[in-house]
DNA sequence: CCATACTTTCAATATATTCTGAAAGTATAA
DNA sequence: TTATACTTTCAGAATATATTGAAAGTATGG
C-alpha cells in the first residue's frame, strides 16, 4: 500500500476518533469504527488489535458496543472458524443508526426529566418563571427528538434532500 | 420557596449536567448553567459556589467558560463591586450560540482533516474505495455544518419553523 | 499610594473513565 | 468426550479529566 494512503487511513482514524471524544462516544470505539470505515475488507480481531495497539479486551468491547448501536456486523469468511467484523459502508445508513441510538438512549430520557420538573414545579405563582423556561426547553429537545425520529426513519430519506433543498432555497 | 420548586430546581441541574456529559460538555459547567437558567435573578460565584459545592476556582472557570460560549453574562447589580452572573433565558439564542459554538470548535477542523485525507489519499486506483467513503462522509460533515450554521444565524430564525412545518407535514 | 474586596490561575490532588490481560466461557471438529 | 481455537468478562492498573485551594493578580475607593 502506498505510503500516502496509510498516512491517509491513520488520520482519517484518528479524526474519527478525536470527534467522536468531543461528542461523548468512547475514542477507542470510533477508532474501530473509522478503521472498519476505511477498509474494503472485513477484519478479524486481530488485525483490528495490531492496528490500533488495543489489547484484545478492548477490542472485544468495543466491537460489541459498536454491534449494539448497528454500526457493525459480524460475518464469516469462507470456512473460517474466526469471525470477521466489517462495518455499515452507506454513510446514510450510518447516520441513521447513531442518531435513532441518541435518540433512545439520551434525548427520551431527557424529556422524562424535563416533564418530571415540570409536575414537580406545582403550580404557584413563584415557581411561574422557572416553569415557563423549563417548558420552552422541554419543546425545543422535544423538536430535537422529533427530528432525529424523522432522521432515523431511514427508509423515508428522501425528506432530508427535500428539507436540505428548502434550507438552500432560504439561504 | 416550595418543596417542589426546590426539588424541582435540583432535578433539572442535575439532569442538564448529565444531558451535557453524554455530549461531551463539563458537567459542571453545565450545572453553572442550568442553576442561572433556573434562577429568576443574577446569582453571584459565591451563591453558585453555595448552590452546587464547589469551590471558587471551579466557579471561575466554568463561568469563564460559559462566558466564552456567550451562554452567560456578567453583571452589575446596584453599585457593589461583587460581580453577578446571569444567563441567556432566550431558549433559541441559547440553541443558536451552542450550535455556533460547536461548528466553529468541532465541525470545521473536522471538514478540514477529511479534505486532507483526500488529498493524502492520491488519486490511485487502490485507494479508489478509501476515497469514495471518505468523500461521501465529507460531503454528511459538511451538510451537518451547513444546518448548523443555518441554525446559528439568529436574525433568522425563520427559517427553522419553516423546516419544521415541512418535516411535520411529511410525517 | 495603600488597603480592601474581590477574581483568576495553576500545580497538586481527586475522581472518572478507559484499558489490559489472564481466567473463564463457548463452539467446533474429531 | 476432549482438545483446540477462538471470544468474552472483569478486577486491577493506567490514563485522562475535573476539582481544589492557596498564591498571584486586579480593580476600586479613600
Same mark, same amino acid.
Given at each position: %500500500?502506498? &505510503?500516502?494512503?496509510? /498516512?491517509?487511513?491513520?488520520?482519517? #482514524?484518528?479524526?474519527?476518533?478525536? %470527534?467522536?471524544?468531543?461528542?461523548?462516544?468512547? /475514542?477507542?470505539?470510533?477508532? #474501530?469504527?473509522? @478503521?472498519?470505515?476505511?477498509? *474494503?475488507?472485513?477484519?478479524?480481531? *486481530? !488485525?483490528?488489535?495490531?492496528? =490500533?495497539?488495543?489489547?484484545?479486551?478492548?477490542?472485544? %468491547?468495543?466491537?460489541?458496543? @459498536?454491534? *449494539?448501536?448497528? =454500526?457493525?456486523?459480524? #460475518?464469516?469468511?469462507?470456512?473460517?472458524?474466526? +469471525?470477521?467484523?466489517?462495518?455499515?459502508?452507506?454513510?446514510?445508513?450510518?447516520?441513521?443508526?447513531?442518531? $435513532?441510538?441518541?435518540?433512545?438512549? &439520551?434525548? +427520551?430520557?431527557?424529556?422524562?426529566?424535563? +416533564?418530571?420538573?415540570?409536575?414537580?414545579?406545582?403550580?404557584?405563582?413563584?415557581?411561574?418563571?422557572?416553569?415557563? $423556561?423549563?417548558? !420552552?426547553?422541554?419543546?425545543?429537545? $422535544?423538536?430535537? *427528538?422529533? #427530528?432525529?425520529?424523522? =432522521?432515523?426513519?431511514?427508509?423515508?430519506?428522501?425528506?432530508?434532500?427535500?428539507? @436540505?433543498? @428548502?434550507?438552500?432555497? %432560504?439561504?
Amino acid at each position: %500500500m502506498s &505510503e500516502g494512503l496509510k /498516512k491517509a487511513r491513520a488520520r482519517f #482514524v484518528s479524526t474519527w476518533g478525536e %470527534m467522536a471524544s468531543q461528542w461523548g462516544i468512547n /475514542k477507542t470505539m470510533a477508532r #474501530v469504527h473509522a @478503521l472498519l470505515m476505511a477498509s *474494503d475488507a472485513a477484519l478479524s480481531v *486481530d !488485525e483490528i488489535m495490531a492496528a =490500533l495497539s488495543i489489547s484484545r479486551g478492548n477490542a472485544s %468491547m468495543n466491537l460489541r458496543a @459498536l454491534a *449494539d448501536w448497528g =454500526l457493525v456486523r459480524r #460475518v464469516s469468511v469462507g470456512s473460517e472458524r474466526r +469471525e470477521y467484523f466489517q462495518s455499515e459502508k452507506d454513510v446514510w445508513n450510518m447516520c441513521c443508526r447513531i442518531a $435513532r441510538e441518541r435518540k433512545k438512549r &439520551e434525548i +427520551e430520557p431527557v424529556i422524562g426529566a424535563l +416533564e418530571e420538573c415540570l409536575r414537580e414545579a406545582g403550580d404557584g405563582k413563584e415557581s411561574a418563571a422557572f416553569r415557563k $423556561r423549563t417548558a !420552552e426547553l422541554l419543546e425545543l429537545v $422535544r423538536t430535537l *427528538d422529533f #427530528v432525529l425520529g424523522k =432522521l432515523a426513519q431511514q427508509e423515508k430519506n428522501a425528506v432530508m434532500p427535500r428539507v @436540505l433543498t @428548502l434550507l438552500k432555497a %432560504m439561504s
